[in-house]
């Protein structure tokens, strides 16, 4: 059964780092497009940072500089090492997979069909 796994949530004050792990069962993901995601309560699902399938990073304009993605396909890991949080970065985040990603004129286009079930970050003032 392909599945994808969350860890690494938690409460934090602000200011302070945690590191999201999302881990494939079923499946190895060298070759997809990977990312996280997050929700707010009342807020749209949003992309926070991608890794594509040739290495290759995005980051929303809100985390750029504090978040970084990382993979590891030989332990078909994905990581988001968190830091500098805020309050507004509280949310449940996800991590997805897209078996089908394609790349034309240096942008990707990732259809994102594999979700975890989420791990909730919470941030404290």
């Known amino acids: 059964q392909v599945q994808l796994v969350e860890s690494g949530g938690g409460s934090v004050q602000a200011g302070g780092s945690l590191r999201l792990s999302c881990v494939a069962f079923g499946y190895t993901f060298d070759s997809y497009c990977l990312g996280w995601f997050r929700q707010a309560p009342g807020k749209e699902r949003e992309g926070v940072a991608s890794v594509y399938s040739d290495g290759s990073k995005s980051y929303a304009d809100s985390v750029k500089g504090r978040f970084t993605i990382s993979r590891d396909n030989a332990k078909n890991t994905l990581t988001l090492q968190m830091n500098s949080l805020k309050p507004e970065d509280t949310a449940m985040y996800y991590c997805?997979?897209?078996?089908?990603?394609?790349?034309?004129?240096?942008?990707?286009?990732?259809?994102?069909?594999?979700w975890g079930q989420g791990t909730q970050v919470t941030v404290s003032s």
């Open positions: 997805a997979a897209a078996t089908q990603c394609t790349v034309a004129a240096g942008i990707w286009r990732p259809r994102w069909n594999l």
